[in-house]
RNA sequence: GGCGCGAUAGCAAAGCGGUUAUGCACCGGAUUGCAAAUCCGUAGAGCCCAGUUCGACUCUGGGUCGCGCCUCCA
């Protein structure tokens, strides 16, 4: 049984889909006038790691991740580049894309534009202001009257007032309440055609709730069951989208809103405006974009997650014993544990797909049994990973084919470990580092320096290999090699 | 100021009212020509103060510190 922690409950409670073994699930994504951050991955990462979860725990999931593609900063950085919106966003996207596919982010079912979905906005806001929640100002902008909504702050727990309380400097405008949010910007002078659009309220474009509201119905239906997004969404934006969504449809908007926490640098959120920011390609630059994912899934989604060199270097080195553990005796060598030769008839018990389409897990078998269970409790990842290491330690000690097997499917189900170990290990020559032959030839000439007993210069020739960053491992089978 | 979250061993990070978390690092042993990897074992924890309890890291109250939202932000 499934528990999600649910915000608008702040609390854990048990999973009931609205409709049976179907899931439908949005989540807010990214907004496309730069390059990801980590902060993004981390985003992308957790809402995959939850659709595989729940995909393997056997719904039919319909995942829609928004592209936000029309917006005021979208709109400077496009008069700064002296390019379209059109051109700078998709710039991104494909970038974005690029991030994603690295990190072993499956795609969303559905990835809906906002710019798309102007017709579906424009009707929601005719709705609102047929339900007197929306009113034209006098600047021209159509506005939400916060006030007439009755549930306003249930997500964040604010009260109005509360949030009056705390008002910072106030902007002028023609707000009947400051509180109040856009629904419908109207167009100013000078601004691009391509950013505007006709509607009855005189040309403009949408205020940023509103794609959201707009296009979870579109996609999911007037109501859905789970709704995550950063935990700097909660306020405003999603307590704006269940004003909208229930203001204009009068029915429940979201079953589950689930929040996930910041990425920090130096114990401080890492955000755009604080500038100390680490984008994904930056990142992956220096690590392996594997040991990036499992550095997000080792942490709960829901706790704050540190960035560091020191963190990264840490968490590359426990994905390596837990690839150590996945090398298996090879055929060729000759030498084939007991256990390796068996069929795999209890592996096929329960046939679920992990992330490479690779072996099914054996539910039934006890590390998979925790696992399930760790994931099955708000998707506590460290404790389901703290399972791996436990299995790696079995396979290690029996040598069994099998525990390697059932590792690696399990795994799969976290989107790790799908990589051929080797590959792994050994990574890629860095620039300016030894190549693969080279390598070889250095290892060729210390086997001879062996077989003559000359161990001062194969001791020689590791330690030199060793400084290049290449560690040697001696065993049964031959010299095998690794990057450090 | 309002609302909320957190504080666990050297670092990272979970569960749990009483019995080994887990990874890295460290120490001892096995293994190895020497290593590495692996295995076995030791050591090390729960911000402070009260309370509840036979028993609290785990529950309750208070305090301290850190973080977040209240403004664009994943």
Redesign the pocket.
């Known amino acids: 049984m499934l528990k999600i922690h649910n915000t608008l409950a ?1 609390d854990k409670q048990e999973f009931k889909p609205i409709e049976a073994n179907k899931v439908r699930m949005y ?5 496309v006038y ?1 390059y ?5 991955a ?2 992308m990462v957790v809402f995959d790691m939850v659709y595989r979860w729940l995909k393997s725990s056997g719904y039919d999931v319909t995942y829609v991740r928004n592209i ?1 593609d029309i ?3 979208i709109i400077k950085r496009a008069a700064e580049n002296k390019e379209s919106i059109h051109t700078l966003t998709q710039r991104f996207i494909d970038a974005m894309h690029e991030d994603a596919d690295a990190l072993g982010v499956q795609r969303p079912d559905h990835e809906p534009r906002a710019t798309q979905f102007i017709p579906q906005m424009l009707q929601m806001v005719e709705q609102l202001e047929q339900n007197g929640l929306a009113y034209k100002a006098a600047d021209g902008d159509v506005n939400y009257a916060v006030r007439k909504f009755d549930g306003y702050g249930k997500l ?4 109005l ?3 009056r ?4 400097v106030e902007v002028a405008s023609d707000k009947n309440d ?2 109040d ?1 856009v629904l419908w910007k109207h167009a100013k002078a000078g601004e691009a055609e391509e950013v505007q659009w006709e509607s009855k309220w005189g040309k403009g474009r949408p205020g ?2 509103l794609e959201c509201s707009a296009m979870g119905s579109e996609l999911l239906g007037n109501h859905f069951d789970i709704h ?10 999603h307590e704006n989208e269940i004003a909208q969504s229930e203001g204009a449809h009068g029915c429940q908007y979201v079953n589950y809103w689930m ?6 640098v130096d ?8 500038g100390n ?1 680490f984008t994904i390609r930056e990142v992956l630059k220096k690590y392996d974009a594997e040991v990036v994912r499992f ?1 997000i899934l ?9 960035y ?1 060199d ?2 990264l ?3 590359k ?6 690839y ?2 996945l ?1 298996l005796p090879s055929p060729a060598s000759g030498i084939t544990s007991d256990l390796a030769a068996l069929p795999p008839s209890r592996m096929a018990s329960s046939s679920i797909r992990g992330a490479g389409g690779e072996g099914s897990v054996d539910w039934n078998e006890p590390y998979a049994q925790r696992f399930k269970a ?1 994931m099955d ?2 998707f ?4 389901a ?6 299995l ?6 029996s ?1 069994s084919a099998e525990a390697a097997a059932q590792l690696k499917a399990l795994a799969g189900v976290l989107g790790l470990l799908q990589r051929d170990a080797q590959e792994f290990l050994q990574g890629s020559a860095t620039a300016g580092g030894l190549d693969d032959a080279a390598i070889n030839a250095q290892i060729e000439a ?1 086997i001879a ?2 077989k003559a007993k000359d ?2 210069e ?2 020689r020739i ?1 330690k030199a290999l ?1 400084e290049a960053g290449i ?5 049964a089978q031959g ?2 090699w ?1 990057r450090a």
């Open positions: 702040r989540v807010c994504g990214m907004t730069d990801c951050h980590l902060g993004h981390r985003v936000t917006d005021d900063k964040s727990g604010k009260s007032e509360d949030l309380a705390g008002e910072r400051p509180l949010f940023w709730h995550g997004g950063g935990a700097d969404l909660q306020f405003p934006h929040h996930n926490g910041f990425v920090r114990n401080e959120k890492m955000s755009k405006s604080l920011f550095f080792r942490a709960h989604y829901r706790s704050p997650l540190n560091s020191h963190h270097d840490d968490a080195g426990a994905l390596t014993r837990l150590t553990a090398k760790a409790d708000d506590n990842t460290p404790e990973v703290a399972v791996l290491f436990d790696a330690n079995e396979a290690n000690r040598q210390r320096a062996k161990f001062a194969a001791d590791r060793l560690v040697l491992e001696d065993t010299t095998s690794r």
